[in-house]
């Protein structure tokens, strides 16, 4: 119930068209993720589809605490099976070096080493990252690959909401400490 986004304000097609300062925070928000997941005894797999989507979104889902490898493979795998091809991007480079603005993908990062993209030419599932981390060999929840069957109560929602927020707190860096 951790499956968060990070979304920016303002409306940019994908990373790839995001001004450096825009890029800038996400990145932070990104690191901020990973030690409130990391503390929590847990991985995360963060992902982001341009494909058919108007407005940047890199979907961030806690995993069980893992080698990144095999989350890496389990990609791998999916892509094959679906006739895609991954290529890594090392963590030191930057995707805007990789992918031209404009360009239909996909790409994935983990906790550590390198991140998988693939070019998008021809059909591909908007279900593509949850198909995989749904997988038995992951979260084991089948029933959650479709965003829809995930829905819930506005009053849930908020609760789930100010639970996140209380919990990420110490590691939101857009606090500022006399707001306490």
């Known amino acids: 119930n951790e499956h968060v986004l990070i979304l920016p304000i303002g409306h940019y097609p994908s990373s790839v068209e995001a001004p450096k300062e825009v890029l800038d925070e996400v990145t932070q928000f990104k690191q901020a993720l990973r030690q409130y997941f990391k503390s929590r005894k847990q991985s995360c797999v963060m992902f982001e ?19 990144s490898d095999a989350l890496r493979q389990a990609f791998i795998d999916h892509g094959k099976q679906q006739k895609l091809e991954f290529s890594e991007i090392s963590s030191d480079v930057d995707i805007t070096q990789v992918i031209p603005a404009g360009a239909a993908y996909f790409v994935v990062e983990f906790n550590d080493g390198p991140s998988l993209f693939v070019r998008i030419k021809g059909f591909f599932s908007l279900q593509f990252g949850r198909e995989v981390l749904a997988s038995p060999l992951i979260l084991n929840t089948p029933n959650r690959i479709n965003w829809k069957s995930c829905a819930l109560s506005k009053e849930e929602e908020i609760k789930l909401t100010e639970k996140f927020r209380n919990n990420f707190k110490p590691f939101d860096f857009t606090i500022d400490d006399d707001d306490d």
């Open 49 to 67: 589809r341009n494909y058919r989507s108007q407005h940047l979104q890199i979907q961030v889902v806690p995993v069980p605490l893992c080698e």
